[in-house]
């Protein structure tokens, strides 16, 4: 089975910067995308940023362009996701996913497995 595993997550203050990690396992990948989606409290998971396997084909939500990045290390099999100028709006628990295929897409019904979560609380 696969395993996706998100760690980094915790308590910073708005303005501030976290370094999300997720490490997948359990299965030798081919091409596929990887990405990050969040959900905040009483509101729909939201799709955050992806990326393929390439690299070439990125996609970020436009309420974290320019603040966040996605990165991968396909050799470990790891995600990145960093994290800068939080905002409270950013408190969410965030997960990891991945989509067995090579097209990036913003739909989490498009994603086959899914990690646990990480919380990420930013303090105003």
């Known amino acids: 089975q696969v395993q996706l595993v998100e760690s980094g997550g915790g308590l910073v203050q708005a303005g501030g910067s976290l370094r999300l990690s997720c490490a997948a396992s359990?299965?030798?990948?081919?091409?596929?995308?990887m990405g990050w989606f969040r959900q905040a409290p009483g509101k729909e998971r939201e799709f955050v940023a992806a990326?393929?396997?390439?690299?070439?084909?990125?996609k970020y939500a436009e309420s974290v362009k320019a603040r966040f990045t996605i990165s991968r290390d396909n050799a470990k099999n790891q995600l990145y996701l960093q994290m800068n100028s939080l905002q409270p709006e950013d408190t969410a628990v965030y997960y990891c996913?991945?989509?067995?295929?090579?097209?990036?897409?913003?739909?989490?019904?498009?994603?086959?497995?899914w990690g646990q979560g990480t919380q990420v609380t930013v303090s105003s």
């Open positions: 359990g299965r030798t990948f081919g091409s596929y995308v």
């Open positions: 990326r393929n396997y390439i690299g070439g084909s990125t």
């Open positions: 996913a991945i989509r067995l295929a090579n097209t990036v897409v913003i739909t989490g019904e498009d994603y086959d497995y």
